[in-house]
Structures are given as structure tokens and as C-alpha cells.
Antibody
Framework: EVQLVESGGGLVQPGRSLKLSCAAS????????MAWVRQAPKKGLEWVAT????????YYPDSVKGRFTISRDNAKSSLYLQMNSLKSEDTATYYC??????????WGQGVMVTVSS | DIVMTQGALPNPVPSGESASITCQSS???????????LNWYLQRPGQSLQLLIY???TRASGVSDRFSGSGSGTDFTLKISRVEAEDVGVYYC?????????FGSGTKLEIK
């Protein structure tokens, strides 16, 4: 059974940093692209980052480019999201998702990040 | 960026009836490989997301055949036949043609 479990969320002040983790199990992690998607409170979904199987290629929307860094450790079946220079508008639930050539086919339960002073 | 626009439902929908959710993209999602890169997801109350349909009309593994997807390059429909209580939630369409991947704003389904 595919499982994705996020951790590392919490309350952080504007301008500070936070690192999210996602532990994957139930599939060969190194064979899949992975992604982060976020959902602000009572809002819709926003794709945040994608990483290739080896980690050599990463993709971001303009809203987080230069502030967020996605990475992975295939030996540990783990995905990460380093978030720097956080803003209030980054407040959201962050989901880890497995990415195929067609979709995000499995999602974690999400982890909440609140950016506030 | 590709803009995804979703329509609303005349909620609540009577149990056992059909419901159709529309989605429109600002650019054709038909790729040169013949596939249309449009996905549908369901977010049940308090839960994470579940993939329902990919490539516009292919049901994901384990998804009921009461869910069906159709459309053209820019106009899409998710049809839910014989709605049940477990279908309650917010439905999102998403384009997977190009970065940045974008989602519709969501369509809420309530059951009577």
C-alpha cells in the first residue's frame, strides 16, 4: 500500500525558514517523480514543486522560486521541502504527492504550516 | 499560465441522481501524443486528495465506474452517476500539460 507521511510543519515567523519532510513507503521511491502541493485555508490547490527521480531536475512556480527548494534522499525514501524567507501567504496545508506522467496519483494527509508573528 | 475555470453545482443533488461538473481551460490540453492532460480529483471533508480521472477520461485504479470524464481540448465534464453520500466533497480539475500545473477553484457537491 502506497503511503506518504508528511512532517515538520508548525508555526513560524515571517522571514524565517522551515523544512518539511515526507516519508514514502509501499512503492519504489526512486522510480517516481515527486511533488509538493499546498492548500491555503479554505482555498484551492497550488502546485509548489516537482523533483525528478534522481533529483537532478527541479521545477517551481514563480510564487516560490528562489525561496523554496525541493530535494530527495532515495536511500531513505524521503522527500523534503526547504522553505526560506517565509511569508504570511505561504500559510497552508502542504501535501506530498507521487507524480506520474499523467497525474498526482497518491497524496499524503498533509502538514500545516502557519506563518505569523 | 493555463487558467482552469470550474462551474458550480445546483446543490444539494438528490441521492441517486446524476451530477455533472464542468471545467474549462484557457489553452487546449490535447498533446501531440493524442492524450488530453486533464485530471479530476476529489477532496472529501477533512481528508486529502484522491485521483479520480486522468487523461480526461481514464478512471484511476479502484475508482467506481459511476465516475466518468469526457470533453474536448478545452471543455471538460466529470459526470457522477447515481450520487451517493460518499461522493460528498470538493472536486478539482487540473491541467497536467505543462508547468506550472494549475487547478480549478473546486466544485462542491452536497447530497440531499
Amino acid at each position: 500500500e502506497v503511503q506518504l507521511v508528511e512532517s515538520g510543519g508548525g508555526l513560524v515567523q515571517p522571514g524565517r525558514s522551515l523544512k518539511l519532510s515526507c516519508a514514502a513507503s509501499g512503492f519504489t521511491f526512486s522510480n517516481y517523480y515527486m511533488a509538493w502541493v499546498r492548500q491555503a485555508p479554505k482555498k484551492g490547490l497550488e502546485w509548489v514543486a516537482t523533483i525528478s527521480t534522481s533529483g537532478s531536475r527541479t521545477y517551481y512556480p514563480d510564487s516560490v522560486k528562489g525561496r523554496f527548494t525541493i530535494s530527495r534522499d532515495n536511500a531513505k525514501s524521503s522527500l523534503y521541502l526547504q522553505m526560506n524567507s517565509l511569508k504570511s501567504e505561504d500559510t497552508a496545508t502542504y501535501y506530498c504527492a507521487r507524480q506520474t506522467g499523467s497525474s498526482f496519483d497518491y497524496w499524503g494527509q498533509g502538514v500545516m504550516v502557519t506563518v505569523s508573528s | 499560465d493555463i487558467v482552469m475555470t470550474q462551474g458550480a453545482l445546483p446543490n444539494p443533488v438528490p441521492s441517486g441522481e446524476s451530477a455533472s461538473i464542468t471545467c474549462q481551460s484557457s489553452k487546449s490540453l490535447l498533446y501531440s501524443d493524442g492524450k488530453t492532460y486533464l485530471n479530476w480529483y476529489l477532496q472529501r471533508p477533512g481528508q486529502s486528495l484522491q485521483l479520480l480521472i486522468y487523461w480526461m477520461s481514464t478512471r484511476a485504479s479502484g475508482v467506481s465506474d459511476r465516475f466518468s470524464g469526457s470533453g474536448s481540448g478545452t471543455d471538460f465534464t466529470l459526470k457522477i452517476s447515481r450520487v451517493e453520500a460518499e461522493d460528498v466533497g470538493v472536486y478539482y480539475c487540473q491541467q497536467f500539460l505543462e508547468f506550472p500545473f494549475t487547478f480549478g477553484s473546486g466544485t462542491k457537491l452536497e447530497i440531499k
